[in-house]
């Protein structure tokens, strides 16, 4: 299994630029996120699915889109990049009504 | 223990010394914690975790004790190894409104000195 899949690792946008950050997991969890991390600053839920089609906000949510069309896939949306989404993301998963997370490796944005 | 600077708190320890790291939690009504691993360009790992009525949970060379009373919550780590280098955070969980939320630490740099 390789568990949770995002790509790309690195990637550099301008402002008002758009991407999506793809993630897929394998494991067949009904649940998944997406964080992004801060220097000195804990995770912090961007959006969240408990399965396919199903979305839901999280903690900062603003400047991002997310869809789930399939278990297996959630991609996050850049509409229009600011330099204050600079950050690491990361997507994570889990089977409904279990409490632990399994990540991905991360991927890192820089927007100039 | 957590930091809410841009620096975090390191712990330096010599390799086979015992490693402790602490965890401030916030909310009384949480009643899961997690610790996770992350090293260096990649993401976070699962520890150990413990519930709210337990005080203490032991895994292979990891130990979590849960401190209620203090809201305090600490990970410690038996004849630690140069692969135990990493960031350790906590997690813990709580019934919102909304449902369960949970809330991350900003985590603590183990290095350890060979």
């Known amino acids: 299994n390789a568990g949770v899949t995002q790509t790309p690792k690195f990637q550099v946008l301008k402002t008002g630029q758009s991407m999506t950050l793809q993630c897929a997991q394998d494991m067949n969890h009904e649940y998944m996120s997406w964080y992004r991390q801060d220097p000195g600053m804990g995770l912090r839920l961007i959006h969240y699915?408990?399965?396919?089609?199903?979305?839901d906000q999280g903690e900062v949510p603003n400047g991002y889109n997310v869809s789930r069309s399939t278990t297996e896939d959630f991609p996050l949306r850049l509409l229009s990049a600011a330099p204050s989404q600079t950050s690491v993301y990361f997507c994570?998963?889990?089977?409904?009504?279990?409490?632990?997370?399994?990540f991905g490796a991360g991927s890192r944005l820089t927007v100039l | 223990g957590e930091s809410v600077g841009l620096h975090l708190p390191t712990l330096s320890v010599q390799e086979g010394d015992n490693s402790i790291i602490n965890c401030a939690y916030s909310n009384s009504a949480s009643d899961y914690f997690i610790w996770y691993k992350q090293e260096s360009g990649k993401g976070p790992q699962f520890i150990i975790d413990?519930?709210?009525?337990?005080d203490k949970r032991q895994g292979q060379r990891v130990t979590v004790l849960l401190n209620k009373t203090v809201k305090h919550l600490s990970l410690q780590i038996a004849a630690t190894q140069p692969g135990d280098s990493a960031v350790y955070f906590c997690?813990?969980?709580?019934?919102?409104?909304?449902?369960?939320?949970?809330?991350f630490g900003t985590g603590t740099q183990l290095k350890v000195e060979l």
């Open positions: 994570a998963s889990k089977p409904s009504g279990a409490n632990v997370l399994t």
């Open positions: 997690a813990e969980k709580a019934y919102t409104g909304g449902g369960n939320k949970l809330t």
């Open positions: 413990i519930r709210s009525n337990m």
């Open positions: 699915s408990v399965g396919a089609g199903i979305t």
